[in-house]
């Protein structure tokens, strides 16, 4: 059953379409038809269009910004008054590039949408830079340059066809590809005509996904019937994954309908004559052997309906007993009725004798029922709980059985023909824990670039997608940026050393003073003064809880000693949080270091403000590196490893 997705489009570092579809476990066969390769131009050229103030500038398409932004290399962006893109997905990249607002039209992203925007109905005597590739659509910059406007066309790549690895692909596609994915009529021209008489048989009978208007017509004009067309509303990203959901959703319920029809054949071979029933019986196979567990299954399963068989005999008996009971009482008061019936000599009142004997009756037989209930509702509780514990049990052999079957699964295919897939898988997966636990980009780079060579050296032809993947995602985390938190330890360890040198604010440098004048003499002659200074301390220090909401604090020889300890001991856990990238910790350590230094310390001084502006510069600083959570070449690996897995299922 043919239930993929192939997508026709160049490659890029990380395709939201392909993500969200191996998000929603659909398989994806990804093939780039035109590989995007810059063009060499001049440096004086690229400056000329960097310095020049421009009335506009536009971008055709994402690979247009971001060839643009890796040739000007550190010069700046084109200055202009506005920016224009053709389609959602330019506008993001180009205004993520400028750091500017780009405009685009609301729901047609093409050339001829963007011409519609009132700002680009008046263009005379306008400068206006258009980024596009080589030998694209011209109806773009004519129309500017016919409103008047000076068109500069800025031709940065080319599409170059990669067409050699179509045939070896379309077998392939032709057996598990459903719905074709295309954006541009260039690429779909070429998917065209390099495929077989078979691959365009298979192809008008894939659904087509493509942006509504040139590319819907020109699909029709191959020879693809409307009907298998689902056409969006435009190129961008979100419009397709909306288009692709909604033929998922058809073709699954497409599938629920036809199911029906396997029933209608069933029973029409339940018709079938004993004599066909005979003949077809010793096709049959012979059970397997039973294992272990499967007897213990039975005979749990044999205990309990002999249980069952017991309660249900056990109940049998104590209805009987009742009935014998109820009808020999019933036969009692009949003769007990009978014989107040006659006639008597006597004119005695039997009647509350008769509502007594049946008062008692009543409650005997209300008694009666509900010991019957009682007993039949614990038969059923037993029952139910019986049938709890057998169902449980079934599904735990069940699952040990998915889980051995698993292993058994995994195993086989890891010492199979594949198992590189497997070793680059690991190692993969290895280099994505390194990024989200150990922010180590260097170990990263080595792993996937380990994976690479092992691909190449194993099946550089068939797995030429992913190895292309690697590369590109080794690119990718080569130019991010790298946090340096071993030069952040060190000048952090060089600050501690100026920590006791740093001076106190006036106030408790007077406090210093006076506590040491106060210190009693070791001259015995002096006793006199010796015992008026000690009791002048024991007179300031017997009261230690007073207010001193607008008195300046003073601070004794220990207190000083503890604050500067409390500095050093702020400083060194700054240092492991720097060097463990623990953001939040690094920061808010700084912070209260900041609030002690302008609390205690002379903030007057030159050493303490030098010392304060060094702590503020290292506040600005991060410690925790932007790398992404997860690679898309860890998610092609994973399919490719689930794939081979299933296939070990299946033989």
Sequence with gaps: MRTGTLLIRPDQTADPIELALRDHGVPVYKFAIIDIQPLTIASHQVKQWCNTQWQGVVAISPNAVRCFDKLRKKSPWPTAQQYYAVGAGTAESLASATAQPVHYPAGDFTSEGLLQLPELQQCENQEWLLITGENGRSLLADTLTERGAKVTTAEIYKRVPQVNTLPDEEPKWRDNVETIVVSSVEQTRLFWENLSDAGKAWAKTCTWVVPKGRISDFVVSLGIEEQQIEATENAATPSI?????????????????????????????????????????????????????????????????????????????????????????????????????????????????????????????????????????????????????????IDDNARTTQRLSDEVRAVNARQGSARHIFEAYDLVTAATHRLRFEYDKTGAISLLQAASELLESQSPDRDQSIIRQIRNDIELLEELPTVDVHAIALHVQRLQPQVRSLPF??????????????????????????????????????????????????????????????????????????????????????????????????????????FRAEVEVLLDLPVEPDYPTRLLSHAMLRDRVSDLQSNSQGE
Excluded at 268 to 280: E, F, L, V
Excluded at 561 to 570: H, R
């Design 241 to 393: 994954i909306r288009t692709l959901t909604k033929v998922r959703k058809s073709t699954a319920m497409t599938k629920k309908d036809t199911s029906d029809q396997p029933t209608a054949k069933a029973t029409d071979s339940g018709s079938s004559t004993p004599q066909q029933k005979k003949a077809s019986a010793p096709e049959r196979a012979t059970p397997a052997k039973l294992g272990l567990f499967s007897r213990f299954l039975i005979l749990m399963i044999t205990c309990s309906v002999l249980v069952l068989a017991a309660g249900g005999y056990f109940v049998w008996q104590a209805q009987q007993q009742l009935v014998s009971e109820t009808q020999a009482q019933l036969s009692d008061m009949n003769a007990r009725l009978a014989e107040s019936e006659r006639p008597r000599t006597d004119d005695r009142d039997w009647s509350e004798e008769i509502s007594e004997l049946h008062d008692t009756m009543t409650r005997q037989f209300e008694a009666e029922r509900r010991a019957r209930e009682r007993g039949l509702q614990r038969i059923d509780t037993l029952r139910l709980e019986t049938e709890s514990s057998l169902q449980q049990a």
């Design 505 to 610: 604010s006036s106030e408790f440098a007077a406090q210093l003073q006076d506590d040491a004048q106060a210190d009693i003499s070791a001259d015995i002659s002096q006793w006199r003064q010796n015992l008026a200074n000690a009791w002048s301390s024991f007179s300031q220090d017997i009261i230690k809880v007073q207010r001193h909401d607008e008195i300046p604090l003073r601070l004794d020889h220990d207190q000083r000693t503890f604050i500067l300890g409390q500095i050093e001991l702020s400083l060194q856990i700054t240092q492991q949080a720097a060097l463990r990238h623990h953001g939040d910790l690094y920061q808010n350590t700084l912070r209260d270091l900041l609030h002690v230094i302008d609390t205690y310390l002379s903030t007057e001084h030159t050493d303490v403000r030098q």
